[in-house]
Structures are given as C-alpha cells and as structure tokens.
C-alpha cells in the first residue's frame, strides 16, 4: 500500500517560523543597530575604494590563491605544501601592513586632517564661497590664456590637507588670485615658471614649490613631471591640481589620486565650482 504523508503541516510550521523570525528580528530593531549597519557600510566602502583607487586587484587574488592552496592542502594532506603555506598566512597581516605602508600612511593623514573642522557662521560661509568663486573665475582666465599659448602650469587648490610642507618648499606670496599673476608666473622666462603655485584661503600663498612625484607604477608612461607631480600630490592629500601641459596645452585636474585629462575652460570651472566652492563648508573652512 503506498502511503501519502500529508507535508501542508511541516511547511505550514516552516512558514510561520521563518516570519516568526522576521518579526521577531524586525521589532527588536534598535537606532544602535542602523548605526553599527551604517558605520560597517562606510568601512567596506572606504576600504573598497582605498583598493580600487590603487588598483591592488592582483594582490588581492594572490591572497585568494593563497587561502585557496592553503584549503587544498588540508583537505589532502600535503604536508609540505600547507606548512610554507601557513607560515605565509600566519605573517600575512604583518606583510600588508609593511607591503602598503605608504598606502596606508596617506590614508591616515586623510583622515587625520581632513575628520576635524570648525563650525562657521552662514555669514563667513558665504563670503568665503564669493571669495572662492571669484578665484576660481580668474583661475579658468588664467589656465585657458596658459593652454593656447602651451605654457606649461601646475595649480595646487588646498581644501583641507595642510601643505605647509609644500608652501615651504616655495617663495611665499599671499597675493590675490588673479590672472595677470598667474600667467606672469608661469612664463617659461621667469623664475618660479618650473615650480607649482599653492592656494590657500582663494589667496595664492606660494610659487616654485616643489611636489611629491607619485610612486605608483600603472602611470602612463608618456605623462611628464608636471602630471606625475599632480598625482603625487593628490594622492598625499585632499587637494585638487590643475595641470596645464607644455607640450600640448592639454587642461588636466589630479584628483583624489585620479588624473582626468581633456578638460575645457568651461568644464573646469564646472569642477572647481563643485569641488571647491560649492563644498567650501566642510572642505575649504577651517
């Protein structure tokens, strides 16, 4: 005789388990919970973006491939191959650290300069963002008079990474933004032309300052020491650097350790705007 069980009860049950748990599990929801959901988001994202920034993908698959051989060898017994397997895994963390030190060193000065800001009035807010427009105007008079003629141009806008370093580096101005001074700067027969200007507070604050040259190896090779000089320099802060390329006139911006080149007068006025003036609140205030 073939006996039929009847299975509506048990999957019945399962049901009202499964939303018993999902009730259970919505109504004990606390604000501390969203918080630590928040706060891991930000983490992984961060930690994503830090890694994609640095094009770190081929480290991270021989990482993968390690675990991998290291599972392997358990499974089957290859005693040989999972001891020098372990005892990579085992100093693994301290190899990263050492491996992405410098990585790691710009990551936390980021954060370190740029976590903290003061709370400023609506007045002083708004001043400073008419004060940064109007820099910004004559910044795009400057750079598209220094791209028609192919004068070559580096333009260091400072948000909230210090550059003291770099400001020292230079002959200290604190003049006005203004694009006659600009271009007068750069002219490949004064002094200062080979050298970065520094702005600060929209007040040009140095010129012939010296950068950090990036130290990444998936650089174009035909870029010069201009670009390299803008990369390096937003890869060790928040800045945002206008490059103006003597060869070709070509307008490119180093930012957040990206190097976006093509740029118009127009465009780049658009970026300036939404970078620096519209964001002077918590980027460019101190």
Same mark, same amino acid.
């Given at each position: 005789m073939i006996m039929f069980q009847n299975t509506s009860g048990s999957l019945g049950d399962a049901f009202l388990s499964f939303f018993g748990f999902v009730g259970h599990a919505f109504f004990a929801f606390t604000i501390w919970d969203a918080i630590d959901i928040l706060v891991l988001t930000a983490i992984l994202f961060f930690i994503f973006r830090f890694l994609n920034t640095r094009k770190l993908v081929a480290i991270l698959v021989g990482i993968g491939i390690c675990l991998v051989t290291l599972?392997?060898?358990?499974?089957? $017994? %290859? +005693?040989? %191959?999972?001891?020098?397997?372990? $005892?990579?895994?085992? #100093? $693994?963390?301290?190899a990263l650290i050492i491996l992405f030190q410098p990585e790691l060193r710009e990551a936390l000065e980021k954060i370190g300069s740029g976590s903290i800001g003061s709370i400023k009035t609506i007045r002083e807010r708004t001043k400073r963002r008419?004060?940064?427009?109007?820099?910004? @105007?004559?910044?795009c008079v400057a750079v598209k008079e220094l791209s028609l003629s192919k004068t070559g141009a580096l333009i260091v806008i400072e948000r909230t990474t210090r550059? /003291? /370093?770099?400001? @020292?580096? $230079?002959?200290?101005?604190?003049? /006005?933004?203004?694009s006659f001074l600009i271009r007068n %700067? *750069? *002219?490949?027969?004064?002094? %200062?032309? /080979?050298g970065a200007i520094v702005i600060e507070d929209a007040k040009i604050v140095a010129a012939g300052c010296l950068l950090p040259l990036t130290r990444r190896t998936d650089v174009d090779s035909d870029l010069g020491t201009r670009h390299r000089a803008a990369i390096g320099m937003s890869e060790s802060s928040d800045a945002v650097v206008i490059v103006v390329s003597e060869e070709t006139g070509m307008i490119s911006?180093? #930012? @957040?350790? !990206?190097? !976006?080149?093509?740029? +118009?007068? @127009?465009s780049l006025k658009l970026f300036l705007n939404k970078t620096i003036c519209h964001n002077v609140s918590d980027a460019a205030l101190k």
């Open positions: 599972l392997i060898s358990s499974l089957f $017994g %290859l +005693t040989a %191959l999972n001891y020098i397997i372990s $005892g990579i895994t085992r #100093y $693994g963390a301290l008419r004060l940064y427009s109007v820099a910004i @105007d004559h910044i550059l /003291d /370093d770099i400001v @020292d580096t $230079g002959v200290k101005i604190h003049a /006005d933004v203004n %700067l *750069f *002219f490949n027969k004064a002094p %200062l032309h /080979d911006v180093a #930012y @957040d350790c !990206t190097l !976006t080149r093509d740029y +118009t007068p @127009d």
